[in-house]
Every structure is written in C-alpha cells, then in structure tokens.
C-alpha cells in the first residue's frame, strides 16, 4: 500500500497564473505548504493534467487513444556515468545527472543530491512515475519533490517519509520531451536523492499505425468469408 501524502481534490490544488522558477527557494516552499496546507501545488498550463492516482491516469491516457507501457529499471544495477537510456515500448529514454546515476532495486536515483534529468522520444503524449526521496542511509525520507516539464510547467509536491506516491502528466498540445526531478529535505534541510520507482509513458500511435491495423482487420474478415 503507497504511504501517499498526496491528496487529489479540487480544493487542494492551487493553480498560479505564471511559473515559478526552477531553483525555488526553500523559504518559499515553506510558505507554500503552511499556508496552503495542500499537499501539492501544481505549476501547470491549462494544455497539461496532472494526476496524483495511477488508475486515473491510466484511463485518462486510454480515453486519449494513448497506449502505455512502462519502464522498471529491473535491468540495470550500480553506478552508471551519465547519461544512462534504455526503451519502453515505442519511447527511448534517457537520464542523466551531474555526477552520475545508481540503480538499485528496481530504482533509479541521482548517484548525488541533484537533480535528476529524463528526455523522451516516440511522441510521449503522457508521462508519469512513482517518486521518492532516499536519505545518506537509503532510507526513505520526507522532501518538497520538484518535477518540472520540459516546457517549464510542472509542480512543487511534499512526500512523507519516503513514501511511493504517484505523479502524472498528460499533455493534450505538444509531446513532451523531457522532466527534471529535484528532491529538497524537508521538514529538515537534509541531503536527499530524487528515487524513480517505475515510470510509464503513453504514446498515441502514428495515423500510418492505426490504418495497418484497420487493414490487417480487414483482411482477416475477408479470409474468414
């Protein structure tokens, strides 16, 4: 069961008519969690959703025409110099960090406290992950998870204690090509690592796809008469 902070409902989501910058400063987000008392505050145009639930997201991509499929880092293990890539479906992905990524578990994590740095290609409509913090002793630890679009566009989070919560987008305009994953201690300034446990893509097939598949249909109706 996910030790999810994040609660879904209209009343906790606080939309800003501009974007924050990337390097946000740790007074501010302070300020946004006291007196908003949400837990996430999302930085994104009308063009992209956001999801907090996984079995939402999912339907929302299907009902889209998206197909998804997923990538668990199950094959890989230990320190890798970046940039690190690897292919999910019809999506390559590619991640990197300043000094490096590890992978453990199933996980994929910054080899330093720092940013963690992913770019798509295959047409990504929708992307989404199950994120964490690790501490110095990699254990789970609580943090303010930044997780900015390519565009710019994206949304300031607070998980607890380690917790395995849920985060999605979908883009409805152009594809997106990328997302940054920065992880800041809190309550506690602590040194943390932004952890990736599963990501998922969702990619509408090409029109020259969909009409393959309407003539392999095809064809099989006419064999069967």
């Known amino acids: 069961t996910s030790k999810s902070a994040f609660m879904k409902r209209d009343s906790s989501v606080v939309t800003f008519p501009f974007r924050l910058p990337m390097k946000i400063n740790k007074i501010a987000l302070t300020v ?3 007196v908003v008392c949400a837990s996430f505050v999302q930085l994104a145009p009308a063009a992209v959703e956001f999801f907090s639930n996984q079995s939402l997201w999912n339907s929302y991509s299907a009902s889209q ?3 998804v499929s997923s990538e668990t880092f199950n094959d890989l293990s230990g320190y890798y110099a970046s940039p ?6 019809s999506t390559t992905w590619t991640a990197s960090a300043p000094q490096g990524l590890f992978a453990i578990a199933g996980t994929l994590l910054s080899d330093y406290p720092e940013t963690m ?3 798509f290609s295959g047409g990504v409509q929708g992307v989404s992950a199950f994120l964490f913090a690790t501490d110095p002793n990699q254990g789970g630890a609580s943090c303010i998870m930044e997780v900015f679009l390519s565009d710019g ?3 300031v989070a607070y998980s607890h204690n380690g917790g395995n919560d849920f985060l999605g987008f979908y883009s409805s305009a152009a594809a997106i090509t990328g997302l940054t994953i920065r992880a800041i201690g809190f309550p506690n300034p602590a040194l943390v690592w932004p952890t990736v446990d599963t990501m998922y893509f969702a990619t509408i097939p090409a ?3 969909f009409a393959l598949l309407g003539l392999a249909g095809l064809v099989g109706r006419r064999n069967r008469h």
């Open 32 to 34: 946004i969690a006291t």
């Open 207 to 209: 029109p020259g796809a």
């Open 153 to 155: 566009s994206g949304l």
């Open 65 to 67: 025409g998206a197909s």
């Open 117 to 119: 740095t992913f770019s």
């Open 84 to 89: 690190v890539s690897g292919t999910a479906g």
